[in-house]
């Protein structure tokens, strides 16, 4: 089993390679698509290409598309989301909660959820109640 390693192996130093030559290399035959007319492409023999009109109006559709996709997933995270006066908000069945009484008087707490009593006793308390 080989070990870890956060610096690249040959292989994918291979393919990031080539995926940096090919981004540059499409970018160049979209630059010379969109803004060399038809007529010099004809001339030097290249006739299948598509409308210049998708040369626009693809790069739009796509940012139309992500920010649609990161709206709806917002969206999405508010529907599904719990109302604040739900009783799943406040614990769940994966809430850690330890017994004080079996650690030592000098032990460090361990980390733990606070149940929403403590908490409100914590943050609300009156002066005067101290």
Do not use: C
Not at 19 to 32: E, K, M, T
Not at 45 to 71: D, M
Not at 102 to 126: F, K, W
Request: net charge negative.
């Amino acid at each position: 089993m080989s070990e870890s390693s956060p610096s690249p192996s040959p292989e994918r130093a291979i393919y990031g390679f080539v995926l940096y030559l090919a981004s540059f290399l499409g970018l160049g035959l979209y630059v010379v698509w969109a803004y060399i007319p038809e007529s010099w492409l004809h001339a030097v023999g290249l006739t299948y290409w598509p409308q210049k009109y998708w040369a626009l109006a693809a790069p739009v559709y796509i940012t139309i598309a992500i920010i649609f996709i990161l709206v709806f997933y917002v969206g999405l995270n508010f529907t599904v989301t719990a109302p604040l006066d739900s009783v799943h908000t406040l614990t769940d069945g994966f809430a850690k909660q330890w017994r004080h009484r079996d650690l030592p008087t000098s032990a460090i707490p361990p980390l733990e959820d606070i149940h929403v009593s403590i908490v409100n006793r914590r943050l609300y308390r009156q002066e005067s109640q101290e």
